[in-house]
């Protein structure tokens, strides 16, 4: 069974409502912010996009991902958890990558179809 795509469940208020305590749930028991990371830290880095991406980052957001990754492998390798205060709260957790990967898809597609464009001589 394919699972309802995120318009979907947007479009409608009802079953947004619904889902919305759902998708906090899951979040909260995936236990990335426990360790202090943010939804866009656990973007796999192999794609040429998502490397473009961190190169397009700014300085201080590059710094920030960076540190937020040596913790989160310092406290699982020690075990545990962050204190409450050094979690990663849900109003923290934005996303901060994705709208450039999606910038970075978007440009080559655009370049992908200029380049496989056919110019035809009107007769």
Not at 14 to 33: K, Q
Not at 42 to 61: N, T
Not at 87 to 100: C, F, N, V, W
Request: charged content about 30%; overall charge positive.
């Amino acid at each position: 069974m394919a699972s309802p795509s995120v318009n979907f469940i947007v479009r409608r208020p009802w079953l947004r409502r619904w889902m919305t305590p759902l998708a906090n749930w899951y979040t909260d028991a995936a236990g990335y912010r426990k360790l202090g990371l943010r939804a866009d830290d656990l973007i796999p880095e192999e794609s040429e996009a998502v490397q473009l991406a961190l190169k397009r980052l700014p300085p201080k957001e590059a710094y920030d991902r960076v540190f937020r990754l040596r913790r989160a492998v310092q406290a699982s390798l020690a075990h545990q958890l962050l204190p409450k205060d050094q979690q990663t709260k849900a109003s923290e957790d934005t996303l901060y990558l994705t709208p450039i990967i999606r910038e970075i898809e978007a440009q080559s597609k655009e370049r992908n179809d200029l380049d496989s464009m056919v110019v035809r001589r009107k007769n």
